[in-house]
Every structure is written in C-alpha cells, then in structure tokens.
Nanobody
Framework: QVQLVESGGGLVQPGGSLRLSCAAS????????MNWHRQAPGQGRELVAAITRAGDSSIYADSVKGRFTISRDNAENTIYLQMNNLKPEDTAVYFC??????????WGQGTQVTVSS
C-alpha cells in the first residue's frame, strides 16, 4: 500500500522559514517524479514545485521562486520543501504527490502551514 506522509507544517511569522517533508512508502520511489501542491481556504489546488525522478531538475510557481526549494533523497524515500521568507499568502494546506505517469499517482494527506503575526 502506497503512503505519502507530510510533516513539518505549523505556525510561523511573516519572514520566517519552515521545512516540509514527505516520506513515501510502498512504491519504488526513484521511479516517481514528485510535486508539492498547496490549497488555501476557498481556493483550488496549486502546483508549488516539482522535481524529476533523479532530482536533477525542478520547477516552481512564480509566486514562490527564489523563496522555496524542493529537493529529494532517493535513499530515504523523502522529498523536502524548504520555505524561506514566508508570507501570509503562503498560508495553505501543503500536499505532496508522487507521479508515475497515467493514472499512477498518489497524494499525501496534507500539512497545514499558517503564516501570521
């Protein structure tokens, strides 16, 4: 059974930092590209960052470029999202997704990030 478990969310002041983790099990991790998405209250889900299977390339939403960094450790079956200079508009539930192609994709349950003074 495939499981993706996010952690690291919480309450942080504007300008602060958080590091999210997503631990995967039940799949051959290195065969999956990995994404971070987020969903703010009353809004649709937004792709925040994506990383290739080997971790050699990544893309970011314009709203987080220069502030967020996605990375992965295939030996630990884990991806990370380092979030710096957080803003109130970054407040959302953050989800990780494993993408294997076609219908072969999986989601975590999400972790709440709240940026507020």
């Amino acid at each position: 059974q495939v499981q993706l478990v996010e952690s690291g969310g919480g309450l942080v002041q504007p300008g602060g930092s958080l590091r999210l983790s997503c631990a995967a099990s039940g799949l051959t991790f290195s065969r999956y590209a990995m994404n971070w998405h987020r969903q703010a209250p009353g809004q649709g889900r937004e792709l925040v960052a994506a990383i290739t299977r080997a971790g050699d390339s990544s893309i970011y939403a314009d709203s987080v470029k220069g502030r967020f960094t996605i990375s992965r450790d295939n030996a630990e079956n884990t991806i990370y999202l380092q979030m710096n200079n957080l803003k109130p508009e970054d407040t959302a539930v953050y989800f990780c997704q494993a993408v294997g192609g076609g219908q072969d994709n999986y989601w975590g349950q999400g972790t709440q990030v709240t940026v507020s003074s």
